[in-house]
Nanobody
Framework: EVQLVESGGGLVQPGGSLRLSCAAS????????MAWVRQAPGKGPEWVSY????????NYANSVKGRFAVSRDNAKNTLYLQMNSLKSEDTAIYYC??????????WGQGIQVTVSS
């Protein structure tokens, strides 16, 4: 059974940092590209970042470019998202997502990130 479990969210002040982790199990993690997607209150899902399976290709949404950094440790079956210089508009539920060809086929349960003073 494919499982994606996020951790590391919480409440942080504007300008602060958080590091999200996503523990993957039930599939060969190193074979799949992964992504982070977020959903703010009252809004639709927003793609945040993508990382290929071989760590050769990384992309970011313009809204987070220069502030967020995605990485993965295939030996630990874990995906990361380092978030710096956080803004109130980064407040959202963040999802770890597996990419299968052109679709995102498995999602984690999501974790809340709240940026507020």
């Amino acid at each position: 059974e494919v499982q994606l479990v996020e951790s590391g969210g919480g409440l942080v002040q504007p300008g602060g940092s958080l590091r999200l982790s996503c523990a993957a199990s039930g599939f060969t993690f190193s074979n799949y590209a992964m992504a982070w997607v977020r959903q703010a209150p009252g809004k639709g899902p927003e793609w945040v970042s993508y990382i290929s399976n071989s760590v050769g290709l990384i992309n970011y949404a313009n809204s987070v470019k220069g502030r967020f950094a995605v990485s993965r440790d295939n030996a630990k079956n874990t995906l990361y998202l380092q978030m710096n210089s956080l803004k109130s508009e980064d407040t959202a539920i963040y999802y770890c997502v597996r990419k299968f060809y052109t679709t995102y086929d498995y999602w984690g349960q999501g974790i809340q990130v709240t940026v507020s003073s």
